[in-house]
């Protein structure tokens, strides 16, 4: 007998799939991958990372770094697999993607509680259910989920960077460091592409004047009366960034900041850094460089970036349609349905972004199904912490312009006393973490007991 279901074995539903069966759950997990795949995933393994392998900043006071240590005192079972599948990126919480993948699918698999399922989802259940499918959620579950929310969908287009391999980089030209040396290693966790300002324009040039992969077949998939063809700013790709002018880059993700070129002495005029994609080594990921190029342009265009002159491409980048539900007007705080409190929604769908924020999304949702499961009131919350304002933002945004949002400080309600600018980040972590651990002491063992 399945007391849960879960729809996703993504970041988001993984992790509520482990928080629900550690309280006595009884759960069904079904991930449709690999027998149908989505056209970004590469494998059929849960949690599998498709955009970036960083979760973003380990410091404490910054918002992802406050994040985590949320998910740290709620006991995050993803988190520890990330942790154990880490590599060097200076102040970040970057993984091995394959090797992160694979401790959570072993979690998962072999807990005595968890059954997986390997099916497509195609109508909504009636019996407690999370719906955890993320951005790529197949068409058969989409029209499911419009049909049961009253056509609510919103769209909007993501994009994932190149990986490369190691040992196409030209060493000679490119440089280990991090920014301000945030790694405290001699050699930097990054590699670094530095250009000359007639080399940043002349990429510039390149990249604005290359030819894009027709999105028409995503926008023949969205649905009349959808918003259909927007980017999230967020994750925007290189070439869309260029358009907006031509320094945009170099005060974006080519921001040069906190780097000097071994070469010159000096900090260049605009830098691609490269970061550790796997634990061997021999993958690199270009950071921030999203984009909807043709794979021969992307070949052409990016090695113009000095150092990659040779690059050989694991992996190009690429556009996919990503689908989040109108959670203002669908959900509460507690990530319940509004007309229904047995359904809940996490991750990606819900319109929080980030990695970070979708594994969170898990961990309360699957925490808060056992609740009701148990006759215990779900949890809202504090505002004040990370994951309670994320889900306070996600349904309370205004409607007509909501986008994902992920975790930063200006979500959160301002502090009651004034402080420095550069004390804030530390006095809002202090205060969540001060706030989630009283709401963890008010939590009545009594009532989890019952699952």
């Not at 049961?148 to 391999?165: N, Y």
Request: glycine residues 8%; contains cysteine.
């Amino acid at each position: 007998m399945t007391d849960l279901t879960i729809i996703g074995g993504g970041l988001a539903g993984s992790e509520a799939a482990w928080q629900a069966a550690q309280r006595g759950l009884k759960v069904c997990l079904y991930e449709m991958r690999p027998t149908l795949q989505t056209g970004a995933h590469q494998t059929g393994n849960l949690a599998e990372l498709v955009c970036s392998n960083s979760l973003g900043s380990n410091l404490p006071d910054r918002a992802s770094g406050l994040l985590k240590n949320e998910a740290r005192l709620l006991g995050s079972m993803l988190l520890e697999c990330a942790e154990k599948a880490a590599l060097p990126a200076g102040g970040a919480l970057a993984v091995d993607r394959e090797l992160f993948a694979r401790l959570v699918t072993e979690r998962v698999e072999n807990h005595p509680h968890i059954a997986i399922v390997r099916e497509e989802v195609r109508e909504m259940p009636n019996s407690p259910t999370i719906v955890a499918s993320g951005p790529l959620t197949s068409p058969a579950l989409a029209n499911a989920l419009a049909k049961f929310g009253g056509d609510e969908h919103l769209f909007f287009f993501d994009a994932i960077a190149p990986v490369i391999h190691a040992e196409s980089i030209n060493m000679e030209i490119a440089f280990r460091a991090s920014r301000y040396d945030a790694g405290g290693r001699d050699d930097g966790d990054y590699v670094n592409c530095p250009f000359t300002k007639e080399e940043y324009y002349a990429f510039v040039e390149a990249l604005l004047h290359a030819e894009r992969i027709e999105l028409r077949a995503f926008e023949e998939a969205v649905k009349s009366g959808v918003k259909a063809g927007h980017f999230f700013e967020g994750c925007l790709p290189v070439e869309i960034i260029a358009e907006r002018g031509v320094d945009s880059l170099a005060f974006g993700p080519m921001r040069p900041v906190g780097l000097r070129d071994p070469r010159t002495g000096k900090r260049p005029y605009a830098v691609v850094q490269l970061r550790q994609d796997n634990l061997a080594g021999s993958l690199y990921n270009l950071v921030g460089f999203q984009t909807n190029l043709k794979f021969p342009e992307q070949k052409r265009v990016f090695r113009m970036i000095p150092g990659l002159e040779n690059a050989e491409f694991l992996r190009y980048g690429q556009m996919h349609r990503n689908t989040f539900i109108a959670s203002p007007k669908l959900l509460r705080p507690t990530l319940q349905h509004v007309a229904r409190e047995d359904l809940f929604f996490a991750g990606q769908i819900t319109g929080v972004e980030g990695y970070m924020g979708n594994i969170a999304t898990g961990l309360l949702a699957g925490l808060n199904a056992a609740r009701l499961l148990s006759g215990a009131p779900p949890l809202t919350l504090p505002r004040t912490t990370m994951l309670g304002a994320l889900c306070h933002y996600v349904t309370h945004a205004d409607l007509k312009d909501f986008q994902p949002m992920k975790a930063n400080f200006g979500i959160l309600p301002p502090l009651e006393v004034r402080v420095h600018k550069r004390e804030r980040g530390k006095a809002y972590a202090e205060r969540a973490l001060a706030d989630l651990s009283l709401t963890l002491s008010e939590w009545t063992p009594r009532s989890e007991s019952k699952t």
